[in-house]
């Protein structure tokens, strides 16, 4: 079993910025894929960024250019940095990876940006 631990939404004022951790936990011994995804309130969860391994990261056209995607495997966590941030960005973000045990997903954290 894998464990997914969310961090580091908030509320925030247009064009400012939020960075988000997913720390990764349990019998990770290979990690096939890892990606963002959010859910706005009343939509349907949307894929935001993906990055299957050994592949560079592909971001949605909504975010592109100011999120950026990232990990530490000492620390087996990954990171999405946001920048630019806009009302519209407002959703409940989730983590996810796919390893030998399929795909695990973190509990949720909520990002709220005011204009």
């Known amino acids: 079993q894998v464990q997914l631990a969310e961090s580091g939404g908030g509320l925030v004022h247009a064009r400012g910025s939020l960075r988000l951790s997913c720390a990764a936990s349990?019998?990770?011994?290979?990690?096939?894929?890892m990606a963002w995804y959010r859910q706005a309130p009343g939509k349907q969860r949307e894929l935001i960024a993906r990055a299957p391994s050994g592949v560079r990261v592909v971001y949605d056209d909504s975010v592109k250019g100011r999120f950026t995607m990232s990990r530490d495997d000492a620390l087996n966590t990954m990171y999405l940095q946001m920048n630019d941030l806009k009302p519209e960005d407002t959703a409940v973000y989730y983590c996810s990876i796919v390893t030998d045990s399929g795909p695990s997903w973190g509990q949720g954290t909520q990002v709220t940006v005011s204009s």
């Open positions: 349990g019998s990770i011994f290979s990690i096939y894929a």
